[in-house]
């Protein structure tokens, strides 16, 4: 029966406003929330659905992090994922989205799930290469930014957010998807549930257990707040501001 | 000969060429020392590729026709823009749907690492791009000796203008192309108004416009401006317009001259969207709202009775 592999990375919670260290050497983590990155929620949330109508059987849910990153995947087992696997890597280390990809290729080899689905760019590097990056490393199908996913026997339609439009592309399995803001809306977490996590697995490997040398290649030499828009004006009517927009040539 | 080979990897549809390639020359034309190549894969790139020929600073466009190109899909332009990459030190696209789909499937393929959404070029190995949804901007170095991919942060860079003449060389690249991947269809929102993308007036509805029927009062002022019409994630979440219109870090990043928000509130994720517009105007019934703090021209009321006496009297 089919397995679906579901990818999550720990990220700082999207409701905290992050702050720059002064000397613009990172963005200051400590002492902050952090959570699922909320694409990969939608994600684990739609493969928890294709299990529960029974297109699949078992829903593996895998990180790439510290070792606080089981945090993120007990939360992922309390919303109903089978089992977990952290591929721990050192504190503070920069595993860059081709890393990610060779080390999910690696998991994708193992574990020989139909479905590989993850979020279309996580929220703190706004990459969005992952997905994609394992799709061409595996030499599989890729269909970004869904917002629907329809299973049939061994195909999957899907419906993707373009610039345009939705297009809807047909794609073989295995396949990787990654999604967008509209698939699903994540289901929250029960008390029960995150007791009934506790005794889920959660195995832990190594990059060098799954035979992946992390690299990096891509150096950030400075951090910068972006640049701040000059406080405006207030106006007090509608006369005012049509006044405004002639005086700068705008209308 | 140049130090620096760039190819672009133009996006088109319908037989026109995407502004988001002339954006992505400028930004090419940026990298000292550079040679400008285009590629456009299509069925046909006959005009497409004469369009490309004509930007400015664009040296060669590369016309790749083959049946299996009539739609752009990932999985299988992937693989023939890694073989043309040979030669090539930069491999470009557009941080559009398009760019961001396709790139990465090219950077793995070339076994390099790929910078999203660059905003400025430092040198031809150094760039600056936004992380957090643009709360921070980082500068990034990639090694000399390594192949560099990148999506260009369209708003952050003017279109480059027509005037060039550069060579058109159909090519025929030999490669095995999957057909694991099946285009289908596209439903586009089809509108007579201006692509929100390129508009130079943008005005935008958020919840507070309270239906699809609401909108109407945009509309009618944008056809008033020539705008294009957007939107805010919560309004598109309430379904009161389609996801194309959506403007905001998951949506369409936008640097408008004029960009009117009416009824949004300013989540942080819509203002990463419009930080490029040049001017901003926000009308709001919530003088609070954060929408405020980055707008030039401020205006507090029912938006109602504003938005229609703003169209009466541009009249």
């Known amino acids: 029966m089919a397995k679906i592999l579901v990818a999550i990375k720990r990220v700082v919670d999207y409701n905290v406003r992050i702050r720059l260290k002064p000397d613009g050497s990172g963005v200051a983590t400590e002492g902050v929330k952090l959570s699922i990155n909320p694409f990969d929620e939608i994600a684990l949330e739609e493969a928890l659905r294709m299990r529960d109508r029974g297109a699949a059987e078992e829903v593996i849910v895998a990180s790439i992090g510290p070792a606080e990153t089981q945090q993120q995947l007990r939360t992922a087992l309390a919303m109903g994922a089978d089992r977990a696997v952290l591929v721990q890597a050192d504190a503070g280390a920069v595993v860059e989205p081709l890393t990610a990809a060779r080390t999910l290729l690696a998991l994708v080899e193992r574990e020989k799930p139909q479905i590989v689905i993850l979020g279309k760019q996580a929220i703190d590097d706004d990459n969005n290469q992952t997905g994609q990056m394992l799709a061409a490393l595996w030499d599989r199908p890729q269909a970004t930014f869904a917002s629907t996913i329809e299973l049939k026997d061994d195909k999957a339609t899907v419906r993707r957010e373009v610039d345009t439009g939705l297009e809807t592309l047909e794609v073989d399995l295995p396949a990787v998807f990654t999604t967008d803001l509209r698939l699903n809306e994540p289901r929250y977490v029960k008390l029960p549930d995150i007791m009934k996590a506790k005794k889920k697995p959660l195995e832990t490997v190594t990059f060098t257990d799954l035979g992946v040398t992390p690299k990096q290649q891509v150096e950030v030499s400075h951090y910068e707040p972006p640049p701040v828009r000059q406080k405006g004006v207030m106006v007090k009517d509608v006369a005012e501001l049509v006044g405004a927009l002639k005086k700068r040539g705008l209308v | ?315």
Do not use: W
């Open chain 2, 1 to 315: 000969m140049a130090a620096n080979k760039i190819l672009i990897v133009a996006e088109h549809a319908g037989g026109a060429l995407n502004p988001s390639t002339a954006k992505c020359v400028t930004c090419a034309r940026a990298i000292e020392d550079g040679e400008i190549t285009v590629a456009v894969f299509a069925t046909d790139g006959s005009s497409v590729a004469a369009q490309a020929a004509a930007l400015q600073g664009v040296t060669q466009v590369l016309q790749i026709d083959n049946a299996a190109n009539g739609h752009p899909l990932a999985a299988v332009l992937a693989p023939q823009i890694a073989a043309l990459a040979d030669g090539f030190t930069h491999v470009f696209g557009p941080s559009t749907t398009f760019g961001k789909d396709l790139m990465p499937r090219v950077a793995a393929l070339i076994d390099t690492p790929q910078l999203s959404d660059i905003m400025a070029v430092e040198s031809a190995h150094c760039f600056r791009r936004p992380i957090y949804a643009g709360n921070a901007i980082i500068t990034v170095k990639v090694p000399a000796d390594l192949k560099i991919v990148a999506t260009v942060r369209t708003a952050s860079f003017e279109a480059v203008a027509d005037g060039g003449a550069a060579s058109v060389e159909k090519r025929d690249v030999q490669v095995d192309l999957p057909t694991h991947t099946r285009f289908v269809e596209i439903s586009a929102a089809s509108s007579d108004r201006p692509d929100l993308q390129t508009a130079r007036t943008v005005v935008s509805g958020g919840r507070a416009l309270g239906s699809a029927d609401g909108f109407r009062i945009l509309y009618s002022l944008a056809e008033k401006l020539g705008a294009a019409v957007g939107a805010s994630r919560a309004a598109v979440d309430a379904g009161y317009v389609p996801n194309d219109m959506q403007v905001g870090q998951t949506g369409k990043i936008i640097s408008p001259e004029l960009y009117i928000a009416v009824g949004i509130s300013g989540a942080i994720q819509h203002l990463t969207g419009i930080k490029d517009a040049r001017t901003i105007v926000a009308i709001n019934k919530d003088a609070e709202a954060p929408i405020f703090e980055v707008a030039d021209i401020g205006l507090v009321g029912d938006l109602f009775a504003l938005v229609p006496e703003l169209e009466k009297q541009l009249a």
